[in-house]
């Protein structure tokens, strides 16, 4: 299970920092700053700080309760139910192959789209003619544009339609490609496809690249207007493009043309005044977004993957050494015909059911080492009594490591449940 709690963790966590850019995007905002960095941050975190978490608690001892395999192991009355030898090991294999295989196929399917846009991008701006406007190079297309496209040498591309545009509304549209070529907007927007591509499971990640390519074309939208100050006449010329333009082979091209939905906020914020309490809200979206931030941050790692890296071949094994799930190449399993605790007479008598969470550490020889062993949760005493009284006269299939049996910190689960009447 340790793949698919990571990968829980993985959303969780950019769930989170999703939330955190956004209140930082308002409050920008509030202070009439530009977003795009805030939410190229935001894929960043998301994307990256799993891998970091794990690749950072490498070397470190958990904390109880962290990184520990969860026996599935239940009682029932006094019987015991345990899997079957090496049968949780198998589903915990075909599990990670049905992640692991599935996120290859999605990363493989994104980045093959990735590549066939840039293909059909440079088959067609090849074709494109040369012209120069108001001192400016651009190409011309029959239908695609106005946008800015290129990784490198980027490059404006302008519908021939465009050009019958008065000269007010041209050097417009002139500006607004300009400032995104100036800003590198397309290397920022294929940035993000990148990402995506690379953990395209995340929803949190696809979120937050929707909402960059669209502080993109805000922040592009904003420059324009210091300079113009016309918002009603651009954004009668964002409306008259939308109508007109087609995407084309624009995947990574930021553009004047967008979505209905991103053009009508687009227009919304052209329209939008400084708020009545802009200060207020600017400290307010900050301080939410620094707190949801340190929560993200603060959020533990899944089990399975905070252990130290000790693994056969890296350190030594010895008899004083205990391992973790991920660490181990076949981790500890319950063997079979285990005795159960005897369930408490007086709890039994009052019909009281409950569990008990234990943690204790199995020794080579299969045995649980007493010494270990700490109560994580208990519903009764009696309970918890009935379990450390069974324990050592029960029995595990030990952890092994290159080979050799090792010691293994495990949490089982003991359940005490009544039979039906």
């Excluded at 930082?24 to 009439?32: G, I, L």
């Excluded at 293909?119 to 701006?125: D, E, I, M, N, P």
């Excluded at 087609?246 to 052209?270: D, K, V």
């Excluded at 159960?340 to 009052?350: I, M, R, T, V």
Aim: hydrophobic share 50%.
């Amino acid at each position: 299970m340790i793949v698919a709690s990571w990968m829980l963790f993985a959303i969780f966590t950019g769930s989170i920092f999703a939330l955190a850019a956004l209140a930082a995007a308002r409050a920008a905002s509030a202070a009439r700053r530009q977003t795009r960095m805030i939410w190229s941050a935001a894929l960043l975190a998301v994307a990256f700080w799993p891998a970091i978490v794990l690749a950072a608690t490498y070397g470190h001892p958990p904390a109880a309760g962290q990184g520990i395999l969860t026996l599935p192991l239940t009682l029932v009355s006094r019987q015991t139910a345990a899997l079957p030898e090496g049968w949780a090991g198998r589903l915990d294999f075909l599990l990670k192959l049905v992640l692991l295989g599935g996120w290859a196929v999605l990363t493989v399917i994104l980045a093959v789209r990735v590549t066939r846009a840039l293909g059909t991008l440079h088959r067609q701006r090849d074709s494109w003619r040369h012209d120069n406007i108001d001192g400016a190079r651009v190409r011309i297309s029959s239908d695609v544009g106005p946008a800015v496209v290129g990784l490198g040498a980027s490059e404006i591309v302008l519908p021939a339609w465009v050009l019958a545009l008065d000269r007010p509304l041209l050097a417009m549209v002139l500006r607004h490609e300009e400032e995104h070529r100036r800003a590198r907007d397309p290397l920022l927007l294929f940035g993000a496809a990148l990402l995506t591509a690379l953990v395209p499971w995340n929803p949190a990640l696809w979120w937050c690249a929707r909402r960059l390519r669209l502080a993109v074309e805000l922040d592009c939208d904003a420059r324009v207007l210091a300079q113009h100050e016309r918002p009603e006449r651009y954004g009668l010329l964002l409306l008259m493009i939308a109508q007109r333009a087609s995407a084309g082979a624009t995947e990574f091209a930021p553009a004047l043309t967008n979505p209905t939905s991103n053009l009508e906020r687009r227009i919304i914020a052209m329209r939008r005044s400084i708020p009545r309490f802009a200060r207020t809200q600017l400290l307010a979206f900050s301080a939410l977004a620094a707190a949801t931030i340190a929560i993200a941050c603060s959020v533990d790692s899944p089990e399975g993957v905070t252990a130290s890296r000790s693994v056969a071949g890296q350190n030594p094994v010895n008899d004083s050494t205990a391992f973790f799930e991920f660490q181990v190449e076949q981790p500890v399993l319950a063997a079979e015909h285990n005795p159960a605790p005897q369930y408490p007479a007086a709890l039994e008598k009052a019909r009281v059911e409950g569990e008990v969470l234990v943690q204790f550490v199995v020794n080579p020889d299969g045995r649980a080492d007493m010494g270990t062993f700490k109560v994580l949760k208990s519903s009764n005493d009696l309970f918890t009594q009935a379990v450390k009284g069974v324990l050592p006269s029960m029995h595990f299939v030990p952890a092994e490591v290159g080979g050799h049996k090792v010691r293994q910190l495990v949490q089982m689960p003991f359940g005490f449940k009544l039979p039906r009447k």
